[in-house]
């Protein structure tokens, strides 16, 4: 693996087949993708967990 290191053209060709191919894991883009997004939910999820919600104001009874 480290004893054939990567030509500047074989590395342009495996940049510009896609972000699948970086990974090497079989796995297409859509789940790279997908991954992405449940990454962002949680973090605005954990974010909206920690950041203190403001306290609503008791409005007088009208009975």
């Known amino acids: 693996m ?8 074989a590395g ?3 940049a510009g087949m896609g ?8 796995a297409g883009d859509l789940f790279w993708f997908a991954l992405a997004a449940f990454a962002m939910l949680a973090l605005g999820l954990a974010i909206k967990r920690i950041v203190p919600v403001r306290a609503q104001k008791n409005l007088p009874s009208t009975s």
Do not use: F, K
Not at 2 to 9: E, G, L, Q
Not at 19 to 26: D, V, Y
């Open 19 to 26: 972000s699948g191919t970086l990974a090497l894991t079989g």
């Open 12 to 14: 342009a060709a495996a």
């Open 2 to 9: 480290y004893n054939s290191p990567v030509t500047p053209a």
